[in-house]
């Protein structure tokens, strides 16, 4: 799976993203038909994280905040030690509205007011 996110800068994405949650660069462009793009992950994991930015078009306006990338992290010294990675890498931990992940986990923002979580424990499936 792939999560596309408009931005305004793909290089302050790029840079907090990757560490933040321990990201690799899989590929990136730059004006590529008008556009910039980064994939952030992880080369066999099945997911990625990418962001775009248009040349040609307004600014994106922030996502909203029931937008969220959720991480469920299992072992609680691993959650700790990503949690104060996300602050290192320029989030800002913010309230969730949801009670839900306000109970479980960290919700952080990023420098354009996207939000990730950060659970603590595993998804109960």
Known sequence: MRVARACRDTEAM????????DLEVLSAWRDHEGFDGVVLGHANAPYHLEFIHDHHASPPP???????????????????????????????????????????????ADAEGGRVVLNRGAWPR
């Open 62 to 108: 922030p996502p909203h905040e029931e937008q969220l990338l959720v991480f469920y992290l299992d072992d609680v010294a691993e959650w700790q030690r990503r949690c104060a990675a996300m602050t290192t890498a320029g989030f800002v931990a913010v309230r969730n509205g949801n009670p839900y992940w306000e109970r479980n986990g960290c919700t952080f």
């Open 14 to 21: 790029q840079a907090q993203y990757a560490a933040g949650l």
